[in-house]
């Protein structure tokens, strides 16, 4: 998760895609890079503008709901569009659509300031006795004991990869915002307090983490840890 002062160069260190020179890739290319060497994962690339969430590979999806699993208390988008990637390209080319389509702005502080939070969702189901790249002789001939009950069907194991370039925080007295922008300011500054609360109660190992406070820390719910005391 990437956070500071807005233009403090948050989007660069995320989101550069580097395709001419490998070594300027952004943490999200890079993440992709090491998935892509053993799987092919789905992802999406959602942002959070005003407290509402849009969908940047397809704009015209907003105000998407958030849903939560009332037995597992897993988050999820059902509404979102999901892409299967095929290769690095692909990849970088869904995160150049996600780009064109975020909301940015000129201000005093930033010329290109991020006026809302960007996700990028990365989805990994594999069942346990498939084949992954490096696995060894030995683990394929053990796919009998990794069948769940002996019925024949293999367990699943999913993962889900966050990366999040977080808008950039701002002093409302040196942004010079006015008008529609100062109000985007003010639900920045307002989710970003609230994530800053998650990460205080987790860290002073509270037993009650306010994730609902913001849908950014709704989104960001499983990756505070055991969801036992999440509110």
């Given at each position: 998760m990437?956070?500071?002062?807005?233009?403090?160069?948050?989007?660069y260190?995320?989101g550069?895609?580097?395709k001419?020179?490998a070594?300027e890739?952004?943490i999200?290319?890079?993440?992709?890079?090491d998935v892509?060497?053993?799987?092919?994962?789905g992802?999406d690339?959602?942002?959070?503008?005003?407290e509402s969430?849009?969908?940047l590979?397809a704009?015209e999806?907003a105000?998407?709901p958030i849903?939560?699993?009332?037995r597992?208390?897993?988050?999820?988008?059902p509404?979102?569009s999901?892409?299967k990637?095929?290769?690095?390209?692909?990849?970088s080319?869904?995160?150049?659509i996600?780009?064109?389509?975020?909301h940015?702005?000129?201000t005093?502080?930033?010329t290109e300031?991020?006026r809302s939070?960007?996700?990028l969702?990365?989805?990994?189901?594999r069942s346990?006795?498939q084949?992954?790249?490096?696995?060894t002789?030995?683990?394929?001939k053990d796919v009998?004991?990794?069948l769940?009950?002996?019925n024949g069907l293999?367990r699943?194991?999913k993962?889900k990869?966050?990366?999040?370039?977080?808008a950039?925080?701002e002093r409302?007295d040196k942004?010079g915002?006015e008008?529609h922008l100062l109000?985007?300011a003010k639900?920045i500054n307002l989710?970003?307090?609230?994530?800053?609360?998650?990460?205080?109660?987790?860290?002073?190992?509270?037993?009650h983490i306010?994730t609902?406070d913001?849908?950014?820390?709704?989104?960001?719910?499983?990756s505070f840890?055991?969801?036992?005391?999440?509110h």
């Amino acid at each position: 998760m990437a956070y500071g002062q807005t233009g403090t160069g948050k989007t660069y260190t995320v989101g550069k895609l580097g395709k001419d020179d490998a070594a300027e890739r952004g943490i999200m290319v890079r993440a992709l890079e090491d998935v892509l060497a053993s799987t092919m994962p789905g992802s999406d690339v959602v942002e959070l503008y005003m407290e509402s969430i849009q969908d940047l590979l397809a704009p015209e999806k907003a105000s998407i709901p958030i849903n939560e699993d009332a037995r597992t208390g897993e988050v999820s988008l059902p509404d979102v569009s999901v892409v299967k990637v095929q290769d690095l390209n692909h990849f970088s080319d869904l995160l150049q659509i996600g780009e064109t389509n975020r909301h940015a702005a000129n201000t005093k502080q930033n010329t290109e300031s991020s006026r809302s939070h960007a996700i990028l969702m990365v989805h990994v189901r594999r069942s346990i006795n498939q084949k992954a790249g490096d696995e060894t002789a030995s683990q394929e001939k053990d796919v009998k004991s990794n069948l769940a009950g002996g019925n024949g069907l293999p367990r699943v194991r999913k993962s889900k990869l966050l990366v999040v370039d977080l808008a950039g925080s701002e002093r409302l007295d040196k942004s010079g915002s006015e008008g529609h922008l100062l109000e985007e300011a003010k639900f920045i500054n307002l989710s970003l307090t609230s994530l800053g609360k998650c990460i205080n109660a987790q860290a002073e190992n509270s037993p009650h983490i306010p994730t609902r406070d913001s849908k950014l820390t709704r989104l960001l719910r499983d990756s505070f840890g055991a969801l036992q005391g999440l509110h």
